[in-house]
């Protein structure tokens, strides 16, 4: 419940790392897009210009998201969830949903730039299947009224956002969603059984897509054919492989005049490596491992105050960042099969800047509430500290102050 915890401050790390990343992020695209923003525009700021304006709304967002009462969006998460519902559904409906390149993911709202709904469904499926498990309780151990409503939601959603296609997205709701399941108290049991089904279900989808298909033959085995389905990840490989320790240098790389399918979108981190070497490699690594432990550590903290619901809203939103990371880095490396689901915050993608950067205002806001006991066992420590650190000062001599403390 969220009385029984105290307002205090937001998580400076967790802001830190947010701006770190974003601003890494700006600075990758300019980099790897202005080559192709001149070929297709005739602009070289052309996609920064447009990244630039999605992470200022974003950063709006954020902060709209820090100040609103994060309990209110329980009680309205059903309603989030609906107007989800209704969007995915509008993009596959013609004149409404926007097609490129072989799929439509996309709205557009008429003068306004074009929206993908997917990303924002992430995260209305936290907010609902948060409040769905906070209400739960010890009932979604039940087949019946556990198990079964929460597989209908997921498949849902998943279902729409595989007819547009976009494999990645579902998967990464897929994830999430399931590791919130099992974090709330679902039996190990049902967990598995849901992995089983989704590799039952996911590979017959894999092999009647030709470009998944393909996907995994180049994972496999991507010398075989080096010009053809293997051209992707070779190039990825040779990117970052070119970068060494330290890099070429912001800006010096080569692989992006065209060689790297994607550069600015999925293929960026190949980019960075080339550009800032490993030790680049590693710094955004980082970041996203601070993210992911400061995220964590936000959701302990909102459970210890007795807040399931601020809780599990902290887990999924940290999930879903650091799966996304995840996928995208073990792909760009060949450690997994590449999915095309972008890198958090540093990715060119507009819809997704903004819908990311709302949910760690979310993730932020909860960062704020202490457990009650917390709050009143340290508070008062820190002014008697204070007071020791004074007294030093101005007579250098020890006395015993409240609390215990000795100066």
């Known amino acids: 419940m969220t009385e029984q915890r105290r307002a205090g401050r937001p998580d400076f790390w967790l802001i830190g790392v947010t701006a770190a990343l974003v601003a890494v992020g700006l600075s990758a695209v300019y980099s790897a897009s202005f080559a192709l923003g001149y070929a297709d525009y005739h602009n070289v700021n052309y996609f920064i210009v447009k990244q630039a304006e999605a992470a200022a709304i974003g950063v709006v967002l954020l902060f709209a998201c820090y100040a609103l009462p994060y309990g209110w969006l329980r009680g309205f998460s059903p309603l989030i969830m609906l107007c989800s519902l209704v969007a995915l559904l ?188 490993f030790l680049g490699c590693v710094f955004v690594i980082g970041l996203f491992a601070i993210f992911v432990w400061r995220g964590l550590r936000a959701s302990y903290r909102a459970a210890r105050g007795q807040d399931r619901f601020a809780s599990l809203l902290a887990l999924g939103i940290t999930c879903w960042i650091g799966y996304e990371a995840v996928i995208n880095i073990g792909g760009i490396t060949r450690s997994i099969p590449m999915t095309g689901v972008p890198l958090p915050l540093i990715s060119y993608g507009g819809t997704a800047m903004m819908a990311t950067l709302a949910a760690v205002g979310l993730l932020i806001n909860v960062t704020r509430f202490l457990p009650a006991a917390e709050a009143e066992g340290r508070l008062p420590r820190r002014r008697a500290v204070t007071q020791t650190a004074r007294l030093r000062r101005r007579t250098g001599r020890t006395r015993r102050l409240p609390g215990g403390v000795t100066s």
Request: hydrophobic letters at 50%; charged letters at 15%; one cysteine or more.
């Open 90 to 277: 509008a993009v596959l409906l013609p004149h409404i949903g926007v097609r490129s390149n072989g799929a439509s993911r996309w709205i557009a709202l008429g003068p306004l730039p074009p929206l993908e709904p997917s990303e924002f469904a992430k995260l209305a499926m936290v907010i609902y299947i948060a409040a769905w498990l906070a209400a739960k309780g010890d009932n979604i151990k039940s087949i019946s009224l556990g198990v079964l409503p929460f597989c209908t939601m997921v498949g849902l959603v998943g279902g729409l956002i595989l007819l547009e296609p976009d494999m990645g997205t579902a998967i990464v709701i897929t994830l999430t969603t399931v590791t919130m399941f099992f974090v709330a108290g679902a039996s190990l049991k049902h967990v598995l059984m849901l992995f089983v089904t989704g590799i039952a279900a996911g590979t017959p989808l894999m092999i009647q897509q030709g470009y998944r298909s393909s996907r995994m033959i180049a994972f496999l085995d991507p010398e075989k054919d080096p010009a053809g389905k293997g051209f992707h990840i070779l190039q990825l490989l040779i990117a970052l492989g070119s970068g060494g320790i330290k890099g070429l240098g912001w800006g010096a790389s080569r692989q992006k005049f065209f060689y790297v399918p994607g550069a600015h979108t999925d293929g960026i981190f190949a980019i960075i490596g080339e550009e800032l070497g």
